[in-house]
């Protein structure tokens, strides 16, 4: 059964930074479509970042500049540093990956639900003014 957790979240002023992390028990992020979505009140789900498999890296427009997606292979474990945070990235962030092997993460997705990817129970990051 494949598992993913997120940690990292919490509570930050405006231009202040966290890390997320992804850990994963039966699946290996290397070679995968995995990332990170979001969810703020009020919002669709949005793709924060992702890895393609073929290890091409994506940003949502809002987002370019200020958040960095890595992983450390050897501990098969995905981040995002979030930078120069703003009140507009207040949201529930959720690590995903593909289920079946796709190529890259859909962007039109349901946020946790869509049977298309793997889903952690996401973690809260809210950004005060």
């Known amino acids: 059964k494949v598992q993913l957790d997120e940690s990292g979240g919490g509570s930050v002023q405006a231009g202040g930074s966290l890390r997320l992390s992804c850990t994963s028990s039966g699946f290996t992020f290397a070679g995968s479509a995995v990332g990170w979505y979001r969810q703020g009140p009020g919002n669709e789900c949005e793709l924060v970042s992702s890895?393609?498999?073929?290890?091409?890296?994506t940003y949502g427009d809002s987002v370019l500049g200020r958040f960095t997606i890595s992983q450390n292979y050897a501990e098969n474990t995905m981040y995002l540093q979030m930078n120069s945070l703003k009140p507009e990235d207040t949201a529930m962030y959720y690590c995903?990956?593909?289920?079946?092997?796709?190529?890259?993460?859909?962007?039109?997705?349901?946020?946790?639900?869509?049977?298309?990817?793997?889903w952690g129970q996401g973690t809260q990051v809210t950004v005060s003014s």
């Open positions: 890895f393609h498999r073929d290890g091409d890296i």
């Open positions: 995903a990956a593909s289920v079946r092997g796709g190529r890259w993460l859909t962007s039109k997705v349901e946020c946790g639900l869509n049977e298309d990817n793997y």
